[in-house]
């Protein structure tokens, strides 16, 4: 069905992918401000071939046109830089993306947040789907194939000018469509406060068929919690036709990205953390189902509970001080004695019940962009946010923790 997307997401080891020595159809082409066409025969034709036009400027409020392609065709690559990359200009900028002609975006996502910067840094990282290799410019691997045409917008949703961007959109003109080629897709979302007890939607029903690909996820914890673990709550998927419980559910936020105990700044090819900022309640992780694919034949939605966790005399403390908060689980250290407070109906006060780390629903600023594939070029998903929600409470990087808890940074 799509095993054609899924090969070109993971292919073999090098050692045993025949694509590597074997012809293939479709002819290259890279569009960028030396050739914005892509034309044969096209590129570098202005100054005499002498780096005449790398750059492009986008006016405040202004869009520009990275590539319009005509005809069927993969994406295999994207790369570009901006002279401006502060947080504001990082959730300004919007990157959309239309296949085939339609009228709506299937993918419109901040371009900051859409390469894993949705904390206000761009950090130096190397994933399998999305890249930054010295925290200085973006990199997209995720194959993006198209039937009739591709077009390629960036967007600037600010008030300031953005000076210099540079780009390259790198694809293949193909003779005909990649049979059974599934639409690539990105949504992203915002809650300043999610609402307690309810879970953050990664990604909202989507009807069709197809594959998710996976999250990037940013978390501004509330500063109400202190230095409490905000990270407790599972991910959901809901598969098919499933309502009220996920047909696939994992035991906790860390847990999913394939850590545990805690979280600290890590990058992974599927899975990691590039921003883990606790002084600065600055987070932003991902997990690629790329090695383990979430297909769906009929519609999907993904959740992340907003659970937190601390011992409990801290819980009874918060309570006491009016923190937002409702207890769900008292855990004592083993099985044996693990106290359901939701399902028992009693208070984390009542006698009797043990002491441990308690699990607490709790409300924070959390925003993600979901990758998935979709059978149609549009979803029924809403459109993105305005500007003025997309940037309005950002927690840049303070002077005294500026790359703290990054990669490669102390």
Do not use: C
Request: aromatic share 10%; glycine share 10%.
């Amino acid at each position: 069905m799509a095993s054609a997307i899924a090969m070109m997401i993971a292919p073999p080891a090098i050692a045993q992918d025949a694509s590597l020595y074997s012809w293939q159809e479709g002819a290259p082409r890279w569009a960028s401000p030396e050739n914005p066409d892509a034309a044969k025969g096209r590129g570098a034709i202005e100054n005499e071939g002498a780096k005449g036009h790398a750059f492009d400027t986008i006016p405040a409020k202004g869009s520009l046109v990275l590539a319009d392609i005509r005809g069927p065709g993969l994406i295999d690559r994207m790369w570009m830089t901006i002279n401006d990359r502060s947080p504001e200009m990082l959730r300004s900028l919007r990157l959309d993306i239309y296949w085939d002609g339609a009228n709506e975006p299937a993918v419109s996502a901040p371009l900051g947040d859409f390469f894993a910067a949705g904390a206000g840094a761009l950090v130096p990282m190397e994933t399998a789907l999305v890249a930054s290799p010295e925290g200085r410019s973006f990199v997209s691997y995720i194959p993006m194939p198209f039937a009739k045409s591709a077009r390629v917008v960036v967007s600037n949703d600010s008030d300031e000018e953005l000076s210099l961007i540079f780009y390259d959109i790198d694809y293949r003109a193909m003779p005909q469509p990649i049979p059974d080629a599934l639409y690539f897709h990105a949504y992203w979302s915002r809650e300043r406060a999610t609402e307690l007890g309810r879970a953050f939607a990664v990604l909202p029903k989507v009807t069709g068929r197809g594959r998710f690909l996976g999250s990037i996820i940013t978390t501004l914890t509330d500063p109400a919690y202190g230095k409490s673990w905000w990270g407790e709550g599972e991910a959901k998927v809901f598969l098919d036709g499933d309502i009220d419980h996920p047909t696939l559910a994992n035991t906790g936020t860390e847990d999913y990205i394939g850590t545990a105990w805690g979280q600290g700044a890590y990058v992974g090819r599927f899975q990691g953390s590039p921003v883990a900022d606790e002084p600065h309640g600055r987070w932003t992780y991902y997990r690629f189902h790329v090695p383990d694919p979430i297909y769906f034949l009929n519609d999907i939605r993904v959740d992340m509970q907003q659970i937190g966790g601390a011992p409990k005399q801290d819980v009874i403390a918060m309570i006491e001080k009016g923190v937002k908060l409702t207890p769900v689980t008292i855990d004592p250290g083993r099985r044996p004695g693990f106290a359901q407070l939701l399902a028992s109906g009693k208070a984390v006060t009542d006698p009797g019940l043990p002491d441990g780390w308690t699990n607490f629903y709790r409300s924070d600023d959390v925003s993600a962009v979901a990758f998935f594939y979709l059978d149609r070029p549009v979803s029924d998903l809403p459109p993105i946010a305005p500007v003025a929600a997309r940037t309005a409470a950002l927690r840049p990087p303070q002077k005294d923790g500026e790359g703290a808890g990054e990669p490669g940074n102390p």
